[in-house]
Every structure is written in structure tokens, then in C-alpha cells.
């Protein structure tokens, strides 16, 4: 018996984020005083000229979100939900983290979807600190810009 939770998605609509190194598009944690835990069901994420990219995906257990991301501002998902997101952070530290998933993609490819069922892609909270799932791009080449959806499931 797998539960199935409140399903939740997010995701960036025809706002894009940057990147010309490795750069966090989108971060999600659970809300300060959560009493739910999130699990990630499923990353979609595109380049919008189409062109090669990296996509990752990084786990922080135990570590604030202003100790990994230059710009900590979180904004509520909606009031149902015990998740908060990032979309405007612009540098990462990968000190301590937990890479979960990496995938290439090329121009031939219109979208990448990294589908996650394992409990390494779950958000709880430890001691009133969240852990942080972070996706990132590196790019293949120039400057890109990106988007990404994230759909999950949260449960008591």
C-alpha cells in the first residue's frame, strides 16, 4: 500500500530563468511548522530555444535553503499546500547535496521528464529546517533560458 496524498503541481509559465553555468531554475521546500511530508512525482523541464542542456536534481537534508541559494525567498504555493518554491535564485552550493537525478538533453528533444518514486526525492523537515530539492540547468553551449514544472504529493 503506497498512499497517494493531496496531488500539488507548479510550475514557472512563461516566466524563464537564465543560465550559463550550473544555475538553480526552481526550488521547493515545506513551509515553516509543515506537518506534512512532500514526495516529488514528476520534473518537466525545457529549454525555450531548444537547445542542449543538463538538467539536474539536488536533495539538501538539514541544510537552510540561505546556506545553498544566493536569494532564500520562498513563496507560498497556495494556502492548501504545505510547500514553498524559489524561481528567482541565481547561484548554487552544492556543499552536502544529495544529486538524485541528472539528464542530457538535446535540440531533438522538446521536453525532459524525470519521473521520481523513490523516497530520495521526499521533502520533511528535521528540527524546523526543511530539506530543499533544487533543479538545475547547465548549459551546453551560450546563455539559455529555461522552465520547469514540478508535480508532487503531500501526506501526514
Known amino acids: 500500500y503506497q498512499p497517494v496524498g493531496y496531488a500539488f503541481s507548479i510550475n514557472m509559465g512563461e516566466a524563464s530563468q537564465s543560465a550559463n553555468a550550473r544555475e538553480p531554475i526552481l526550488a521547493i521546500r515545506l513551509k515553516s511548522g509543515a506537518i506534512s511530508n512532500a514526495t516529488i512525482k514528476k520534473i518537466t523541464m525545457m529549454s525555450t530555444s531548444g537547445s542542449n542542456f543538463l538538467a539536474e536534481v539536488w536533495r539538501f537534508v538539514d541544510k537552510s535553503a540561505s546556506s545553498v541559494l544566493n536569494n532564500s525567498s520562498f513563496i507560498s504555493v497556495n494556502d492548501e499546500s504545505d510547500v514553498e518554491y ?67 504529493s503531500e501526506f501526514i
Do not use: F, K, P
Open 86 to 152: 524559489n524561481a528567482i535564485a541565481q547561484s548554487i552550493t552544492l556543499t552536502d547535496g544529495l544529486l538524485l537525478n541528472s539528464a542530457y538533453t538535446s535540440n531533438n528533444s522538446d521536453v525532459l521528464s524525470i519521473t521520481n518514486h523513490s523516497e530520495s526525492g521526499r521533502l520533511t523537515t528535521n528540527n524546523g529546517t526543511s530539506d530543499l530539492i533544487v533543479i538545475c540547468a547547465m548549459t551546453v553551449g551560450s546563455t539559455e533560458s529555461y522552465i520547469v514544472s514540478i508535480d508532487w
